[in-house]
């Protein structure tokens, strides 16, 4: 028999200290089959040249998916990092909302105030209005006969007309302040609408960045799965390669 050389020396002597156990346990787990959604499949090879090819094969693809996963995980920060983003802007929007929906409650609630106050103020004004028309029934010969003096006559003018003046600058006020304060109001329902819709803007797009960190999420899964199971195809690849260079060596350990 030809002298073997020093390399098939090293392997041999390699594979008679691994115990024969650990090769035939190799053996029985190269026979299962894998079912991670890549379909079901075992790791087979005949000659070392093909067990290597394969393994070659695996290890090509399993760093080409770890590659993937590796851009995909960087993509899903990025869509974690424009989700928290699009939250906050979120959360700040609703709390300008809710203030302003406080403003405009507020206004309201001033406007409804001044309606009562200026209808109260009309009637006071259609009172005394209705007392100077019956006192204006009366010639100002007539009243000031009656007066006791003239300067009763004079006050009692000056009375009437200084009631008409404090009522009417009063009704004056009230209508400036309630336009001032429907103005407000109106602005603040325009704000009111304008940071809805931004609301519901960024709500979609927070939406869809939600989506694509899924789908992200998704694919990183079968890639992670893609990985395991070629991770378990090379163990048994592996196994088989060995077996089949013991045998090639006289088909037994002693």
Do not use: W
Not at 194 to 214: D, G, H, M, P, R
């Amino acid at each position: 028999m030809p002298k073997q050389n020093s390399k098939q020396q090293k392997i041999i002597a390699k594979l008679r200290s691994t115990p024969v156990l650990v090769l035939m346990s190799a053996a029985v787990v190269s026979a299962t089959f894998l079912s991670h959604g890549f379909g079901v499949f075992a790791a087979s090879c005949t000659t070392t040249a093909d067990c290597q090819q394969q393994i070659s094969n695996l290890s090509t693809q399993n760093a080409q998916a770890q590659s993937s996963l590796s851009t995909l995980e960087a993509q899903a920060g990025s869509y974690q990092a424009a989700i928290n983003a699009l939250q906050a802007q979120i959360s700040a929007l609703q709390a300008q909302i809710s203030a302003n929906q406080a403003q405009q409650a507020a206004l309201q609630q001033q406007i409804v105030q001044n309606q009562q106050e200026l209808a109260k103020q009309k009637e006071t004004l259609s009172n005394d209005l209705k007392t100077m028309y019956i006192s204006g029934q009366i010639t100002p010969f007539e009243m000031l006969a009656t007066s006791s003096n003239l300067s009763d006559y004079i006050d009692q003018q000056e009375a009437y007309s200084a009631v008409q003046d404090k009522i009417q600058s009063t009704l004056d006020q009230i209508n400036l302040l309630q336009k001032q304060l429907q103005a407000q109001k109106d602005q603040v329902d325009q704000l009111l609408q304008t940071l809805s819709a931004q609301q519901a803007q960024v709500a979609a797009a927070e939406n869809e960045q939600s989506n694509l960190l899924s789908y992200n999420e998704s694919q990183q899964t079968s890639f992670n799965q893609q990985i395991q199971a070629n991770k378990t195809a090379l163990a048994q690849l592996y196994a088989q390669q060995a077996v089949i260079i013991a045998a090639s060596f006289g088909g037994g350990f002693h």
